[in-house]
């Protein structure tokens, strides 16, 4: 695994004009970042990631199957009560996910080690899925990078495949899109999802989440009055749970993408419960929650609310001193305590590897890196090859 400087595309911004990339820039800082691109072996992407990426997640799903049906579980990852039937039979009805992404500390040498598990609303799908393929084919074409270099990367087609296998599900249905107004990046991903879905053959709508009504039999609806059945909404579940009409999810006959029992992958109290039933799996860190006996033998780990976003609320500490911190609203439903495991280092960035998954299988990595040790929404995106 390298970091090798090279130069950017002259035309770059041009062309993310063109294709619609319009938060390569975050007031005023890039956030897209061609400068240097990370370079993978094949054998790593392969039994590094590809491989434990599959592991992890079907661990993950083993965690589902235990929370759904223990309560003591359910109040430890703080779900209201009145979703716990509904949150049950989505996972017993065995309801369709989409797309998810693990973070992973990785730096070319010995086991990647699960940080977090996005589940739920993952963003840097496009910058994934499409741009970063964009630059790499540009790049090959221009001589700037061998003939024969490659990128994990199969997000899009993949997409577009199980948007075809759920349209089976949901036959002649329209699937809205939705999220929340003002973000920039939000839309620019729901846009892409959009596209793959379009790409599918479904018949899409788009309604801001804030503009989402209720009809007088408890169906969802968008500004048209139009029911909706299929909506993949790009707005967290325990958002939607703590909200005046969140329980009107419970019968409103939608189908929603991710599906409800996605509730307990987006949580950091997976990360206990993984080192409770899977302990010294080389892929997993120590993990407790911050009441249990056991965190106090844990030295130097990183505090994480049991609901957060974005790297927000986040406490490094090693050797019982504190050396980062990131503010925030989160951490009113508790803490966990992860070991920590300091992100690779090249130069001055810190780098974080975010590995995808379609339909639970791998599909892509992305790299973000940041000059601080915990990675947030700023943290800029780079491209990488396989050669």
Known sequence: MLRIGGAERPDWRQTARQYGFHFHTLYGEPYWDESAYYQFTLEQIERDLEQPTAEIHQLCLEVVERVVRDEQLLQRFQIPPIYWDALARSWYEREPSLYSRIDLAYDGNGPAKLLENNADTPTSLYETGFWQWLWLQQQVDRGQLPAQADQFNSLQERLILRFRQLQRRMPQQRLHFACCKDTVEDRGTVQYLQDCAEQAGIDCDFVYIDDIGLLANG?????????????????????????????????????FIEPLWKTVLSNKALLPLLWQLFPNHPNLLPAYFEDDP??????????????????????????????????????????????????????????LIGSWLVDDQPAGISLREDTGPITQDLSRFLPHIIL
Request: glycine letters at 8%; hydrophobic letters at 35%.
């Open 219 to 255: 169906r969802f609806c968008d500004l048209a009055a139009q029911p909706i059945s299929w909506l993949f909404k790009l707005y967290p579940w325990e958002f939607m749970q703590r909200e005046e009409f969140g329980p009107s999810v419970i019968d409103s006959h939608t189908r």
């Open 294 to 351: 056991a965190a106090g033998a844990l030295r130097s780990y990183v505090r994480k609310p049991i609901y957060s976003r974005e790297g927000a609320n986040i406490d490094i500490v090693r050797d019982g001193r504190r050396i980062a911190h990131s503010d925030g609203d989160y951490g009113a439903e508790g803490f966990i305590l992860q070991a920590y495991q300091p992100l690779p280092r090249f130069g001055d960035n810190h780098t």
